[in-house]
Structure formats: structure tokens, C-alpha cells
């Protein structure tokens, strides 16, 4: 089984709303990915828990708060979002590999498509 | 940082008439991914290609990792082939994936 599955599938929120995203996988892998997409261009990397330890925040805002409660699962906490914050955000994994998880592939879930008024 | 440079950046192909799309990268790579992101947003993974050549029905993909090119190739194209191809290479720390810009395929019936 190669799927990642992320709920809900839409979401409307206002700027005062706090809400999350959930991400689930299990094939067992033990790195786990938040990417934010805007329309037409590619995804761009948020966040990367490794054995369910954060290893890369891209110097996200910090109304973006992710988590990670164990290895199948991954939660991105939304508070006081912005419009501009609108977006398609998609959840990842893959094997970590020995140094840095190069060699592996990475699968994707159909993404949470996110409007904020 | 690295370069990924995808081309072209849009296609427009008649159902039935085969492709190829490019991805050019500035420096050496561990691995290379191809992806197709259907119009309901799914990335949907076609070859994990970090060199070599890989067939998986009417796609298939040929990296030559020492000229620092990959190309994917599309026979008897279909319409439920439209949608955008990104090519993405890792980066050995964090296991981050930079992508291209990506090709937006159309494949009109």
C-alpha cells in the first residue's frame, strides 16, 4: 500500500479560525512532509519530521504549527491565517535513508485545498 | 542552490501523438523523481529515476545523471494524460525535494 491519506479534502476558514490538517500514512515510513502549493507553480517544502523529531522548518510563520503525534501520523495547526495563505497543502513520506533520506522516494497525498477569507 | 529546469513549459497535443519532456539540473544529483499532478491536485508518482532507463507502459523515462538531464516520453498520449509533470531531484540533507517549474500537458480528443 503506497497512500498517504490528508483530511479534510477542503476547508474554508476565517482569519480568527483555528483549525487543523491531518495526515496519515502507513507503509511504515519514518519521515513525514508538509508542502504548501500556490496555483501553477510547484510545491514548496514547509516542514520535514524525521523519526517524528522536526528536522526542517523553512522559516514558516509561526501561525503554522505542525506536529507529529507518532510515526503514522502528522497535524498541521492553523491559527490566524491570512488570505495570502490560501493554497493547496500537501503531506509526504518516505524511508528516512542514513544520511538524510536522499535515496529514497517520496509519495504524496491528494492534498487539503485551503481558502482563507 | 540548485537549478531544475523543466521544458517546455506547456503542451498542447492532439490524444494519440507521442511526447518528450525535459528536465535540465545545475549540479550532481542523488536521485531524481518524476511526477504527474492531476487536475484534482493529486501528485501521483510515475519513476524514481536517479539514472538509467524506465518503462512503465506508454510512459518511460531515461536519466543520464553525468550530462545532467532526464526526459520523460509519452506514447499514444490519452486525455487523462493532461495535467502538470514536475521533475524533482533530492538534495542529501532533509530529504528536500526541489522541483521544477513544471510542463502543463493538455491532451485535446
Redesign the interface.
Known amino acids: 500500500d503506497t497512500e498517504v491519506t490528508q483530511t479534510p479534502k477542503h476547508l474554508v476558514m476565517g482569519m480568527t479560525n483555528k483549525k487543523s490538517l491531518k495526515c496519515e500514512q502507513h507503509m511504515g515510513h519514518r519521515a513525514m512532509y508538509w508542502y504548501k502549493q500556490k496555483a501553477k507553480k510547484p510545491p514548496e517544502l514547509m516542514f520535514v519530521y524525521s523519526y517524528e523529531k522536526l528536522s526542517i522548518n523553512e522559516s514558516v510563520p509561526s501561525r503554522f504549527s505542525p506536529e507529529c503525534p507518532n510515526s503514522s501520523l502528522l497535524n498541521l495547526h492553523l491559527h490566524a491565517l491570512q488570505p495570502e495563505d490560501s493554497a493547496l497543502y500537501l503531506c509526504a513520506s518516505s524511508q528516512p535513508g542514513t544520511s538524510g533520506f536522499a535515496a529514497y522516494t517520496q509519495y504524496f497525498g491528494p492534498g487539503t485545498r485551503l481558502t482563507v477569507l | 542552490g540548485i537549478q531544475v529546469e523543466q521544458s517546455p513549459p506547456d503542451l498542447i497535443l492532439q490524444e494519440g501523438a507521442n511526447s518528450t519532456l525535459r528536465c535540465n539540473f545545475s549540479d550532481s544529483v ?2 531524481l ?1 518524476w ?1 504527474h499532478q492531476n487536475p ?6 510515475l519513476f ?1 529515476i536517479p539514472s538509467g532507463t524506465k518503462q512503465n507502459g506508454r510512459l518511460s523515462a531515461t536519466t543520464v545523471a553525468t550530462e545532467r538531464y532526464s526526459l520523460l516520453y509519452i506514447s499514444s498520449s490519452q486525455t487523462t494524460d493532461s495535467g502538470v509533470y ?1 521533475c ?1 531531484v ?8 526541489i ?4 510542463t502543463e500537458l493538455s491532451v485535446k480528443p
Do not use: P, T
Open positions: 542523488n536521485n523523481q511526477f484534482w491536485g493529486q501528485l501521483i508518482n524514481y514536475f524533482a533530492r538534495l542529501r540533507q532533509g530529504g528536500k525535494l522541483f521544477g517549474q513544471g
